[in-house]
């Protein structure tokens, strides 16, 4: 990243005072700043005017306005990396995980989304998709013995995880929050592309308890999501959600489960899976696209979970 493109302070309009605000913010370059609205910068103390400006500057730097045509988007190349889950690597329609898109994995303890998680953290790191992950584990569930033992199936070095996987364990929905607003940004300067939130829902459940309180915790998910949908546009970051399932509430329907978070959570990423262990005595399972892009909704995933991630 290059310091004319990451340089706050080379940006008209933003002298001593405004650069010190844009800090204080937690904004770490330009790049960076252009993730941000007008409104977030006011409400930060900044003029509008003065936001206005120096946000449409940032933007223009990172390109973030330039159109694109069919024809470009047909032929723009995303990297993918194999996930080592045999029939996911077969039959979604990248064979793999792509950069820039956020995924969400739903199920029932015990389906093995963790495992999966930490499975896709080393794979990444093997096949040089990126340089560092972020692990961000809101239920205590990280096991380093598990990332060990993923890393020997793969024949990865542990050496090269130890300073190349950095996790978070936030105790509240504002650390988590503030670790995707500001953390995040300066681990893609480090070369993170990769970024894992095991579960995004938990925090927010366990916070705005009651019906009384569900507006809140929509528009508190749907804030959270948005701000990787940036990093996914600015930076081509790739985030893997892990989710919770609940009942479905109506009738003729017992026994069907769906992910927590509601509408907003289910419009806010690009490709949802839900995954199910019928039996949690043996260590078969399988998956289904509940909305994944070129996907048939009645294609399934069979996978098996062992003692160093699925396969």
Same mark, same amino acid.
């Given at each position: 990243?290059?310091?004319?493109?990451?340089?706050?302070?080379?940006?008209?309009?933003?002298?001593?005072?405004? &650069?010190?605000?844009?800090?204080?913010?937690?904004?770490a370059s330009?790049?960076?700043?252009a !993730?941000?609205?007008?409104?977030?910068?006011v409400?930060?103390?900044?003029?509008?005017?003065?936001?206005?400006?120096? &946000?449409q500057?940032?933007?223009?730097?990172?390109?973030?306005?330039?159109? $694109?045509? @069919?024809?470009? @988007?047909?032929q723009?190349?995303?990297?993918?990396?194999?996930?080592? /889950?045999?029939?996911?690597? !077969?039959?979604?329609?990248?064979?793999?995980?792509r950069?820039a898109?956020?995924?969400?994995?739903?199920?029932?303890?015990?389906?093995?989304?963790?495992?999966l998680?930490?499975q &896709? %953290?080393?794979a990444a790191?093997?096949?040089?998709f990126?340089a560092?992950?972020?692990y961000?584990?809101?239920?205590?569930?990280?096991?380093?013995?598990?990332v060990?033992?993923?890393?020997?199936?793969?024949g990865? !070095?542990?050496?090269? @995880?130890?300073?190349? /996987?950095v996790?978070?364990? *936030?105790?509240?929905? %504002?650390?988590?929050?503030?670790? /995707?607003k500001?953390?995040?940004?300066?681990?893609?300067g480090?070369?993170?592309?990769?970024?894992?939130?095991?579960?995004?829902?938990?925090?927010?459940?366990?916070e705005?308890?009651g019906?009384?309180?569900?507006?809140a915790r929509?528009?508190?998910?749907?804030? &959270?999501?948005?701000?990787?949908?940036?990093? $996914?546009r600015?930076?081509?970051?790739?985030?893997?959600l892990?989710?919770?399932?609940?009942?479905? *509430?109506?009738?003729?329907?017992?026994g069907?489960?769906?992910?927590?978070?509601?509408?907003?959570?289910?419009?806010?990423?690009?490709?949802?899976?839900l995954?199910?262990?019928?039996?949690?005595?043996k260590?078969?399972?399988y998956?289904? *696209?509940l909305?994944?892009?070129?996907?048939? *909704?009645? /294609?399934?995933?069979?996978?098996?979970?062992?003692?160093?991630?699925?396969e």
């Amino acid at each position: 990243m290059s310091r004319k493109r990451s340089d706050l302070s080379s940006l008209e309009g933003v002298g001593p005072k405004t &650069l010190e605000k844009l800090q204080e913010l937690g904004v770490a370059s330009v790049e960076h700043l252009a !993730e941000f609205t007008v409104e977030e910068l006011v409400e930060a103390g900044i003029e509008y005017d003065r936001a206005v400006k120096i &946000l449409q500057q940032a933007l223009q730097r990172v390109g973030s306005t330039q159109p $694109a045509t @069919l024809r470009e @988007l047909r032929q723009r190349q995303y990297r993918v990396f194999k996930t080592g /889950v045999a029939e996911f690597d !077969e039959k979604t329609p990248w064979r793999g995980v792509r950069e820039a898109f956020i995924y969400e994995f739903a199920g029932e303890f015990g389906a093995g989304k963790s495992m999966l998680a930490h499975q &896709l %953290v080393v794979a990444a790191l093997k096949e040089s998709f990126t340089a560092k992950a972020v692990y961000i584990d809101t239920e205590g569930t990280f096991s380093p013995a598990l990332v060990e033992a993923v890393a020997r199936r793969f024949g990865v !070095e542990l050496e090269k @995880l130890e300073d190349s /996987v950095v996790v978070y364990q *936030p105790a509240n929905v %504002v650390q988590l929050e503030q670790i /995707v607003k500001y953390d995040l940004p300066r681990h893609i300067g480090e070369g993170c592309r990769l970024v894992i939130i095991d579960t995004i829902t938990a925090l927010y459940r366990a916070e705005f308890v009651g019906r009384e309180h569900l507006a809140a915790r929509q528009q508190r998910i749907h804030y &959270l999501i948005d701000w990787l949908r940036r990093h $996914a546009r600015t930076f081509g970051l790739t985030s893997i959600l892990t989710n919770q399932v609940m009942d479905v *509430p109506e009738a003729f329907a017992i026994g069907v489960k769906r992910p927590a978070g509601g509408n907003v959570l289910a419009h806010a990423v690009n490709a949802r899976l839900l995954m199910v262990r019928p039996n949690k005595t043996k260590p078969e399972g399988y998956m289904w *696209p509940l909305d994944v892009p070129g996907m048939a *909704p009645d /294609v399934r995933i069979e996978y098996r979970i062992t003692e160093a991630g699925l396969e």
